[in-house]
C-alpha cells in the first residue's frame, strides 16, 4: 500500500543533510511552508543552499532560518526589502552568497529541472552583469543568454489538501512555485492542512500529482 504520510513534521525532514539543496515554496509568505522550515530549524541541518523567491521577511519563515546561520548559499530573485533585515546583515558579513536571478529565468530554471531539460535560451539578463560567464547566442537577430536548470535535494512546500499517494491541491496563489518545485527535487516534503481519504480529491482539480510528491505531513492545527 501506498502511503506518503509521515506523523510528524520532524520526521518528514530529519534527513536533510548538511549541504543539501533546498527549494522552499512561497511568494513572500503566500505559500511558505513555516511548519517544515521550523522543524528544519530544530533539525540543525547547516551550510543549506536555498531557492527560493525572495530572501526572507520578517523574523518567522525563511527569515528565521537565515537568522539561525544556517544558510550558505541563496538562489532568488528579490532579496531585499523593507523587513529582510537578517539577509540583509548576512550579505554585508559576508556570510552568505547571493545568486540573483530574474523571476522569469528563476520559474523556468525550476520547471526545466523537473522537466528533464538541460538549458534554456532567454533574453533576459543579456547584456547585464547576470549574463556574464553565461553562453549567448544570436537567434533571429535577438541576443540570448543561455540559463542552467536548477536542482536540489530537497523541496519544501505547502499545500491546502493532499493524499497518501501525494496528489495535492493548494489554495489560490498560495501554490505559485510549489507545482514546479516538487519536479525539481529528488524529494518533495508537502506540508498540508488537511490529510484526506483517496478519492475526495476530485481528479479535475488535482495540481501535483502524487509522482512528484515523497512525503506528506499535516501541519498542526
Known sequence: MIDKTFESLER?????????????????NAGMPSALIDALIAQGARELTIVNNNAGNGETGLAALLKAKRVRKIICSFPRQAD????????????????????????????????????????????TL????????????????????IHADFAL??????????????????????????????????????????????PETIVTPGIFVQRVVKEAA
Open 157 to 202: 512546500i505547502k499545500a491546502l489538501r493532499g493524499d497518501r499517494w501525494g496528489n495535492l491541491v493548494y489554495r489560490k496563489t498560495a501554490r505559485n512555485f510549489g507545482p514546479i518545485m516538487a519536479m525539481a527535487a529528488k524529494v518533495a516534503i508537502a506540508q498540508v492542512r488537511d490529510v484526506v481519504a483517496l478519492g475526495e480529491l476530485d
Open 130 to 149: 547576470l549574463a556574464e560567464g553565461k553562453e549567448t547566442r544570436l537567434i533571429d537577430g535577438r541576443h540570448y543568454v543561455l540559463e542552467a536548470p
Open 84 to 127: 529582510s533585515q537578517h539577509f540583509d546583515a548576512l550579505y554585508r558579513a559576508g556570510e552568505i552568497e547571493l545568486e540573483l536571478t530574474p523571476q522569469g529565468n528563476l520559474a523556468e530554471r525550476i520547471r526545466a529541472a523537473g522537466a528533464g531539460i538541460g538549458g534554456f535560451f532567454t533574453p533576459t539578463g543579456y547584456g
Open 12 to 28: 518528514a525532514v530529519a534527513d536533510i543533510h548538511d549541504g543539501a539543496t533546498v527549494m522552499i515554496g512561497g511568494f513572500g
